[in-house]
């Protein structure tokens, strides 16, 4: 079991998770505190009723100087899509209150397991992509539909 920070999914969030993998946030003081956050080795990301998008190792955070709200960076290391497995995700979660900016205990390898790996920190063989493959990655990467890829090789 790992600690896992619970972050609120917005669009912005995914395009800047799959552009430059990293999560900023604003946190209040009302919804927990920079000791309790920087405890936690994973982040998933959350959308409406608590259904994952995202799990990723977190490999720093950036945190702004001040009293009030704090400016909270997170970068990410290994990513993992769960956009198309909620039905296996569901039984990894279910006994947990996934809130936002809180801190669970989970086995977030079980959710690795289960995603779709975007990018890792540690050295994956992957065997060769197919078109379809390497067009849905990049859609992943840009943030756009796969049809809107065009995959061209010049020799």
């Known amino acids: 079991m790992k600690d896992v920070l619970t972050i609120n999914h917005t669009s912005e969030r995914s395009i800047d998770i799959r552009a430059?993998?990293?999560i900023s946030l604003n946190?209040?003081?009302?919804?927990?505190?920079?000791?309790?956050?920087?405890?936690a080795e994973h982040v998933l990301i959350v959308g409406d009723h608590g259904?994952?998008?995202?799990?990723?190792?977190?490999?720093?955070f950036s945190i702004s100087?001040?009293?009030?709200?704090?400016?909270?960076?997170?970068?990410?290391?290994?990513?993992?899509?769960?956009?198309?497995?909620?039905?296996?995700v569901s039984k990894h979660i279910q006994n947990h209150?996934?809130?936002?900016?809180?801190?669970?205990?989970?086995?977030?390898?079980?959710?690795?397991?289960?995603?779709?790996?975007?990018?890792?920190?540690?050295?994956?063989?992957?065997?060769?992509?197919?078109?379809?493959?390497?067009a849905t990655r990049l859609a992943w990467t840009y943030g756009v539909a796969a049809s809107q890829v065009e995959i061209s090789i010049k020799l």
């Open 20 to 22: 430059r993998r990293e």
């Open 27 to 39: 946190l209040d003081p009302s919804e927990g505190t920079v000791q309790d956050i920087t405890q």
């Open 51 to 60: 259904i994952p998008y995202w799990v990723a190792k977190i490999e720093h």
């Open 65 to 88: 100087p001040g009293s009030n709200k704090k400016h909270i960076t997170i970068r990410l290391g290994k990513l993992v899509s769960l956009f198309e497995s909620f039905a296996q």
């Open 97 to 134: 209150r996934l809130t936002h900016a809180k801190i669970t205990k989970m086995d977030v390898e079980a959710l690795f397991r289960v995603g779709t790996l975007i990018t890792a920190s540690e050295d994956v063989s992957f065997s060769a992509l197919t078109a379809n493959e390497a």
